[in-house]
T-cell receptor, first 117, second 115 residues
Framework: EAGVAQSPRYKIIEKRQSVAFWCNPI?????LYWYQQILGQGPKLLIQ??????VDDSQLPKDRFSAERLKGVDSTLKIQPAKLEDSAVYLC????????WGTGELFFGEGSRLTVL | AQTVTQSQPEMSVQEAETVTLSCTYDTSENNYYLFWYKQPPSRQMILVIRQEAYKQQNATENRFSVNFQKAAKSFSLKISDSQLGDTAMYFCAFMKQHTGNQFYFGTGTSLTVIP
């Protein structure tokens, strides 16, 4: 079974530039998550999709971050313009669970490491 | 709001010994799941073990077991017979069983297994 695919693995940009990350979840997984993991910290949820609808984006800095999940499959996370504090690993995860009683196991991609100079 | 606290930023253990990682959480929910995830250096995060809050029996998975104390909101991970491959960041996570299965992670414990 193919895992969660993310690209690019690494990206270096100047501040105020833009960047986009792509994620393809495990086939059939209804729920997709984007997390931001700053060095030395735990993952922080940016946005959660259920199929192609947004479940939670309360911690997404909407003035610079945007995300979409067209057709309920793959997803793109964009940052424009980037700031120095956006340097982090951006993790995509998916889950088979839907509704209230799923087992909820998350399957993670390898992450996209962003460095903003 | 849900919070997950891991009070041990770093730990080390001798190979073949046993180590326990601590986690506490705060919630007003009654139905939830707790997880321990492992993130090896430069590798993707994987599930180690899962505990359903409605189950009193502690979950075990080979060398990994948990001590789940619901009243105390405590969820520790015990690793027995530690191996070099256990060296990783370990994250405790809480999942609220809601329409969206929202996850909350602790700040992690960096475990080093010493040969």
């Amino acid at each position: 079974e193919a895992g969660v695919a993310q690209s690019p693995r690494y990206k270096i940009i100047e501040k105020r530039q833009s960047v986009a990350f792509w994620c393809n979840p495990i086939s059939g997984h209804a729920t997709l998550y984007w997390y931001q993991q700053i060095l030395g910290q735990g993952p922080k949820l940016l946005i959660q999709f259920q199929n192609n609808g947004v479940v939670d984006d309360s911690q997404l800095p909407k003035d610079r971050f945007s995300a979409e999940r067209l057709k309920g499959v793959d997803s793109t996370l964009k940052i424009q313009p980037a700031k120095l504090e956006d340097s982090a690993v951006y993790l995509c995860a998916s889950s088979l669970a839907s509704g209230s009683w799923g087992t909820g196991e998350l399957f993670f991609g390898e992450g996209s490491r962003l460095t903003v100079l | 709001a849900q919070t997950v606290t891991q009070s041990q930023p770093e730990m080390s253990v001798q190979e073949a010994e046993t180590v326990t990682l601590s986690c506490t959480y705060d919630t007003s929910e009654n139905n939830y799941y707790l997880f321990w995830y492992k993130q090896p250096p430069s590798r993707q995060m994987i599930l180690v073990i899962r505990q359903e809050a409605y189950k009193q029996q502690n979950a075990t998975e080979n060398r990994f077991s948990v001590n789940f104390q619901k009243a105390a909101k405590s969820f520790s991970l015990k690793i027995s017979d530690s191996q070099l491959g256990d060296t990783a960041m370990y994250f405790c996570a809480f999942m609220k069983q809601h329409t969206g299965n929202q996850f909350y992670f602790g700040t992690g414990t960096s475990l080093t297994v010493i040969p």
